[in-house]
């Protein structure tokens, strides 16, 4: 059964820093692409950053390009999000989910329950 | 980027057929291959993946669900909802990224 657990979110203020991770099992983490997706408060989806299986290719939305990072450690089977310089705009629950692909054309298949991050002073 | 509209509300009553739609404000379609998918959300849970590439039946999912439409037109049949199906529903295209987009979504309420 896959399973994804995001942890690491909390109340932070604006201009600080966060990092969120998300442990993956049973499947074979190392083979497939991982996003980050959030959703803030009473409203849609937004996804925000991709890493490909190899970390060979990252890719962001522009709302959080040069703020946040991707990364994954495959040895660990954990995907990560490294949020800097933090806006109140960046409330949100995130999700970390597995990717499925067709080359580039990508959609989600498994969801984490995932993690609340609010900025606020 | 894809713009992707749903109509925020539908009301169904339960046995009956829900027909949500979500319209692209370009093509998300590549030769015969339908780059939308969608997404349930139940409140306070992670959505879970219901139909991919338009009209596929993801794993575990019940036959009542079913997905068509091409090109900018798209639509997320079921028949006949059930109470367990009040939740709100996504459609996300993968034809141009980044990034990918989601349809801002339809709540699917009890008439």
């Known amino acids: 059964e896959v399973q994804l657990v995001e942890s690491g979110g909390g109340l932070v203020k604006p201009g600080s820093s966060l990092k969120l991770s998300c442990v993956a099992s049973g499947f074979t983490f190392s083979s497939y692409g991982m996003h980050w997706i959030r959703q803030a408060p009473k409203k849609g989806l937004e996804w925000i950053a991709l890493i490909y299986y190899d970390s060979s290719n990252k890719y962001y939305a522009d709302s959080v390009k040069g703020r946040f990072t991707i990364s994954r450690d495959n040895s660990k089977n954990t995907l990560y999000l490294e949020m800097n310089s933090l806006r109140s705009e960046d409330t949100a629950m995130y999700y970390c989910?597995?990717?499925?692909?067709?080359?580039?054309?990508?959609?989600?298949?498994?969801w984490g329950p995932g993690t609340m991050v609010t900025v606020s002073s | 980027d894809i713009v992707l509209t749903q109509s925020p509300v539908l009301a169904v009553s339960l046995g009956q057929r829900a027909t949500i739609s979500c319209r692209a404000s370009q093509s998300v379609s590549i030769s015969s291959i339908n780059l939308m998918h969608w997404y349930q959300q139940k409140p306070g849970q992670q959505p879970k993946l219901l139909i991919y590439?338009?009209?596929n039946l993801a794993s575990g999912i019940p036959a009542r669900f079913s997905g068509s439409g091409s090109g900018t037109d798209f639509t997320l049949t079921i028949d006949p909802v059930q109470a367990d199906d009040i939740a709100a529903y996504y459609c996300?295209?993968?034809?141009?990224?980044?990034?990918?987009?989601f349809g801002g979504g339809t709540k699917l309420e009890l008439k």
């Open positions: 590439r338009a009209s």
């Open positions: 996300q295209q993968s034809r141009e990224s980044p990034p990918w987009t």
């Open positions: 989910a597995k990717g499925n692909n067709y080359g580039d054309y990508w959609y989600f298949d498994f």
